[in-house]
C-alpha cells in the first residue's frame, strides 16, 4: 500500500514540524540547492489548459487569466478537500463552514450563501448544484485530492464558452487518468477536532481499458460554536477505453453524501438542526479522431440530488396571541427539502484548418428540475431548458500575435436570448513575457426561485408546508452591474539576484456603467437582479 503525506498521523506539533522540515529538505535537489533560482524556474514547461476557449491552449495564449494548482502544489498545500485549497488563487474568498450546506468559494465579488456566480466543471461536465440555485459548495466536495491531475481557474468571465454561470469565472477540475493510478493505495489522517479522514482507491486494467475506484470519508467536529459535526462520503469510477483509429470511451460515476449541523442551539429563528445532502452523477464521453487535424467529442452527463432539513418548531413561539393557545408539549415539524436533476448532452467538433488557423464549434441541449413544496408551494417539478451553441477561432496573425474570437448564443425557456461575444488578442513581447487585451460580455439568468411566488410566514397557517401563503415577486428587471479589477506580476533577474512582486486590486461601483479590466482585458457582465429577492 502506498504512502503520501496525507496519510501521516498528525499527532502533535513536533510531528507536524519534522514532517514538514523533511518535506523540504527531500523537494530540493543537490543543484537546485546549492544554486539561485532563475525566471526559468518559473517559466519552463509552460502548461496547457483545456477551460478557456474549449480549445487546448498554452497558458500564455488563452484568452484570459488562468490559475493552475496541479497535483503537487495541492499535495504540498495541506489542504483537505477543493474549496480550502482554492485560497491559493489570486482574489479567490473561501469559506469552511456548512451553514451552506458546503464550503464555498467565491471570486473578487459579493460572497453571500450560495456562490452561484461561477461555473464549476468536473472533467468538463457542468457541477454546481441545481438545487441551491447555482452553488458551487456541494460540487467542489465531489471530487478526493488524491484522484485531481490539476485544477484550472480562469478569473475573469467566460460566458462565451460556457453561457450562465460563469460570469466571473471557471473552475475546471481535471482528474487524474486511471493509467496513472494502477493497483492499490490508501491513506488515513487523524488531527486534532475530530478530523478522521480516510480513503482507499484500486486502479486495475483489462487488454484495452484501465479503471480506478475511490472510497473515502472525511469527519471533523466543525466550527467553534457551530452545531454537530461535519461527515462528507463519497465513491467515485472511472474507466477509460482505447478504440480503434485513436478514439476513446470514458465512463465516470460518483456519489457525494454530506451530513452536517446547522443553526444554533436555543435560538428560536435558526434553532440546531441536522441536514443531509446527497448527490449522484454518471458521465460518459465518446471521442472520435476524424483525422490527424479533426476530432469529434460526444459528452452526456446526467446529475441528481435530495436534501433533507427537518426540526421541531414549538408552536409557544408564534406571535401573540397565537402563541398563548399552546402548551410547552405542543411542536410542528418543519420539512424543508427537495430534490434535483440535470441532464445534458453536448457535441463538439475540433478543427486544424491550416498551421495558423484552429476552430471549436457545437452545440449543447441542458433540461433542469427541481421539486420542493417548502421553496415553491408546490409538488410538481420546475424546470429549465437551455439550448446553447458556440464556437472559438484561433488565428496566429504572426509569430508574436495570437487572436481568439468566440461567442456563445443561449436560449432558456425562462429567460429568452442571450449572446456572450469575445474578442481577445495575445501578444507575446518575449519568449517569457505575454501581454492580452480584449474585451467580452457575461451574463447570468434568473433561477426559478427568482421568478415563482415566495412563501411568506403570516400567522399559523403559513407554518404549514402544504398551505403557505405567498405572494408574487415584483417584475424582474434587467440592471448591469460593472468593475474594474487590475492583475499585475512582474518577475526580474539582476545579477544573482531575483524577485518578485504582485498586486490585485479591485474597485466597483453601484452605478449602472463602468469598464471590467482583467490584465488589460476589458470585458462587460450583465447581472439580472429582483428587487423582490435580492440574489446577487
Known sequence: MNSSPSARRSVGADVSLALLALALTGSLSPSR????????????????????????QRLDETPGAVTILDRDMLRRSGARDVADALRLVPG???????????????????????SNRLELMIDGRSAYSTYFIGSVGPGLQTMALEDIERIEVLRGSNSAAYGARAILGVINIVTRHSADTLGAQGAVTVGENGVRDAQARLGWESAASTYRLTVDRRADEGLTGAFGANRIERVNFRADTALQAGSELQWRAGYLSIDAGKGRI??????????QFASAYLQVDYRLALGLDSDLALRFSHGQETYQEDYLYALTNLPLPLGSLYGPQDFYTVNSGGSARNDVLTVQHSIRANPTTRLVWGGEYRNEQVQSIALFNTD?????????????????????????AGALAEHSSRNGNTLSPRLMLNWHVTPSHTVRAGVSKAFRPPVPLNLQPICATSGLGTIRSTGLRYFPQEPFKLKRWWRLNWDILVISKHG??????????????????ARRIRRLTITTARIFRSRALNTN
Open 33 to 56: 540547492a546549492a544554486g539561485v533560482l532563475s525566471e526559468q524556474d518559473y517559466l519552463i514547461d509552460m502548461p496547457v489548459v483545456l477551460s478557456v476557449s474549449r480549445l487546448a
Open 92 to 114: 479567490f474568498q473561501t469559506s469552511t463552514s456548512f451553514e451552506s450546506i458546503a464550503p464555498l468559494a467565491s471570486y473578487h465579488g459579493k460572497f453571500d450563501d450560495y
Open 266 to 275: 436555543n435560538e428560536v429563528e435558526n434553532p440546531a438542526r441536522p441536514t
Open 380 to 404: 410538481r417539478a420546475l424546470g429549465t431548458e437551455f439550448v446553447r451553441l458556440f464556437g472559438n477561432l484561433e488565428w496566429r496573425l504572426a509569430n508574436d500575435w495570437l487572436l481568439n
Open 496 to 513: 544573482t539576484r531575483r524577485w518578485m512582486c504582485g498586486c490585485s486590486t479591485s474597485a466597483s461601483m453601484a452605478s449602472s456603467v
